[in-house]
T-cell receptor, first 113, second 115 residues
Framework: DQQVKQNSPSLSVQEGRISILNCDYTNSMFDYFLWYKKYPAEGPTFLISISSIKDKNEDGRFTVFLNKSAKHLSLHIVPSQPGDSAVYFCAATYGGSQGNLIFGKGTKLSVKP | DTEVTQTPKHLVMGMTNKKSLKCEQHMGHRAMYWYKQKAKKPPELMFVYSYEKLSINESVPSRFSPECPNSSLLNLHLHALQPEDSALYLC??????????????FGPGTRLTVT
């Protein structure tokens, strides 16, 4: 049973436009959400996170939105750059889980020049 | 410094071999993790060490044996592996969970091939 779902395996966006990556979760205990970016043959790189007490967190070109009632979060990248092309993983956890991050299957973003 | 280092980068081993993967961090983190990632799949948690003590073992076969010699180092000892154990093995570290901080920082991984 997938607790964290990324239903779009891939996304293609033009350079300069907005990229929107989506993530849904099923476990109501999750109270902290993270986005990671992964290039081939490298480990995941932490991008941005959000606590369940917030509905938005922004860091430069990256903004994460959380809709608790819909159990949905999204990552917005504006403007998208070719260097953003990578696989993006959504992850979720909760206090008391001792660091057990549950990852989605990832979305491969391609930003075309 | 947000770097987690892992050695070796690549490892090929036979099913009768014994080998070890190593991970090191100097961020003062007291929680360290081993994950396994198969191709086109998300990382899956194997072990968690908190203050150098094993706190989570996600039903991992005994052919994988973790060790945390000190707060900066994490090892994964491998013995009698199967070809299906071939994967990318990722190490991560984090602060022990605080109210607002769950970020884990990952190393580049060791690409393991079992022949």
């Amino acid at each position: 049973d997938q607790q964290v779902k990324q239903n779009s395996p891939s996304l293609s966006v033009q350079e300069g436009r907005i990229s929107i990556l989506n993530c849904d979760y099923t476990n109501s205990m999750f109270d902290y959400f993270l986005w990671y970016k992964k290039y081939p043959a490298e480990g995941p790189t932490f991008l941005i996170s959000i606590s369940s007490i917030k509905d938005k967190n922004e860091d430069g070109r990256f903004t994460v939105f959380l809709n608790k009632s819909a159990k949905h979060l999204s990552l917005h990248i504006v403007p998208s750059q070719p260097g953003d092309s990578a696989v993006y993983f959504c992850a979720a956890t909760y206090g008391g889980s001792q660091g057990n991050l549950i990852f989605g299957k990832g979305t491969k973003l391609s930003v075309k020049p | 410094d947000t770097e987690v280092t892992q050695t070796p980068k690549h490892l090929v081993m036979g099913m009768t071999n014994k080998k070890s993967l190593k991970c090191e961090q100097h961020m003062g983190h007291r929680a360290m993790y081993w994950y396994k990632q198969k191709a086109k799949k998300p990382p899956e948690l194997m072990f968690v060490y908190s203050y150098e003590k094993l706190s989570i073992n996600e039903s991992v076969p005994s052919r994988f044996s973790p060790e945390c010699p000190n707060s900066s180092l994490l090892n994964l000892h491998l013995h009698a592996l199967q070809p299906e154990d071939s994967a990318l093995y990722l190490c991560a570290s984090s602060q022990v969970q605080l109210a607002d901080s769950y970020e884990q920082y990952f190393g580049p991984g060791t690409r393991l091939t079992v022949t």
